[in-house]
Nanobody, 131 residues
Framework: QVHLVESGGGLVQAGGSLRLSCEAS?????????IAWFRQASGKDREFVAA???????????YYADSAKGRFTVSRDNAEDTIFLQMRRLKPEDTAVYFC????????????????????WGQGTQVTVAA
């Protein structure tokens, strides 16, 4: 069983930054699997934000939703079994509960960005961006 715990959410002014963390426990699951960040705003569907996928030849490679490109950076620390989401230039529309999720390496970006393809989920952390 894999257990994921998010932290780092909070209240920030528009234009500010936050760094979210997702700690994995249960086994060294993080190191060769896809770990993604999704978010869900009140009354809306869960949407993909960013992910770190893993390829046996090239190792890690990140993938971002258009809304995150240029503002968010996803990374992983294998020594700590932790995934990070650095968020900059935050906007009010970034307000949501942010979840991390884990699955085996994804074969393509479609699978990588689809919530139903992930087997393990954290409990979420609230991010609120004030205008």
């Amino acid at each position: 069983q894999v257990h994921l715990v998010e932290s780092g959410g909070g209240l920030v002014q528009a234009g500010g930054s936050l760094r979210l963390s997702c700690e994995a426990s249960g086994r060294s699951y993080v190191r060769s699997h896809a770990i993604a960040w999704f978010r869900q705003a009140s009354g809306k569907d869960r949407e993909f934000v960013a992910a770190v996928n893993w390829d046996g030849l090239i190792g890690d490679f990140p993938y971002y939703a258009d809304s995150a490109k240029g503002r968010f950076t996803v990374s992983r620390d294998n020594a700590e079994d932790t995934i990070f989401l650095q968020m900059r230039r935050l906007k009010p529309e970034d307000t949501a509960v942010y979840f991390c999720a884990a699955r085996p390496p994804a074969p393509d970006s479609t699978v990588l960005s689809r919530a139903k393809e992930y087997q393990y989920w954290g409990q979420g952390t609230q991010v609120t961006v004030a205008a």
